[in-house]
Nanobody, 115 residues
């Protein structure tokens, strides 16, 4: 049974930081491409950041220079470090694991940047 469990969300003031871990089980984590997506109210889900099995990263333009994605294959965990958070970063953040036709999602964690 595949599980992706996100944590670390919460309420933070604009300019603050959060770190989101996503722990994976039931998959050969090291060979999967991992990603973080987000969905805010009334909007479509969008890619925030992704890291391939080989370690190549990419980011949405809106988060470049503020967010960092990383993976620890020994811990089967992918992280999203979010710095200098803005109100427009408020959303539910989802972890994704993808390999060919296999596509798995976590349940999401709420991030709110507000004063």
């Amino acid at each position: 049974q595949v599980q992706l469990v996100e944590s670390g969300g919460g309420l933070v003031q604009p300019g603050g930081s959060l770190r989101l871990p996503c722990a994976a089980s039931g998959i050969s984590f090291s060979i999967y491409n991992m990603g973080w997506y987000r969905q805010s109210l009334g909007k479509q889900r969008e890619l925030v950041a992704a890291v391939t099995s080989g370690g190549t990263t990419r980011y949405a333009d809106s988060v470049k220079g503020r967010f960092t994605i990383s993976r620890d294959n020994a811990k089967n965990t992918v992280y999203l470090q979010m710095d200098n958070l803005k109100p427009e970063d408020t959303a539910v953040y989802y972890c994704n694991a993808r390999l060919n036709q296999f596509d798995y999602w976590g349940q999401g964690t709420q991030v709110t940047a507000s004063s």
